[in-house]
């Protein structure tokens, strides 16, 4: 099993980012996006769960964030928007077997990426 993430990159402060994580391997039950600031613990950002696509988000992210998927490709996207330089991290996808659990703690995920790094700039 391997899950690939791409799109991160330096942007202004304002400013957009996509997000891309392709899985292979398996399917999953539901995907996520966690991240980890600079000398920070890894956060949960937000999930999406196949079955209804039903979303879940931090409050530090929500109404600037959105996941979206596509289950037949194993996909997950994230849309990054009015980015600040508090949301500099390494963005890190997972993936679940599973639906057992809340989707906001690390442990019920399987599989992780090798992170992707977003800086913002002020």
């Known amino acids: 099993v391997q899950l690939q993430a791409s799109g991160g990159g330096l942007v202004q402060a304002g400013g957009s980012l996509r997000l891309s994580c392709a899985a292979s391997g398996r399917t999953f039950r539901r995907m996520g996006w966690f991240r980890q600031a600079p000398g920070k613990e890894r956060e949960f950002v937000t999930a999406?769960?196949?079955?209804?696509?039903?979303?879940y988000y931090a409050d530090s992210v929500k109404g600037r964030f959105t996941i979206s998927g596509d289950n037949a490709k194993n996909a997950v996207y994230l849309q990054m928007s009015s980015l600040k330089p508090e949301d500099t991290a390494v963005y890190y996808c997972a993936a679940a077997t599973t639906s057992v659990g809340s989707s906001y703690l690390q442990r019920v995920y399987d599989y992780w990426g090798q992170g992707t790094e977003v800086t913002v700039s002020s």
């Open positions: 999406i769960r196949w079955n209804g696509d039903i979303t």
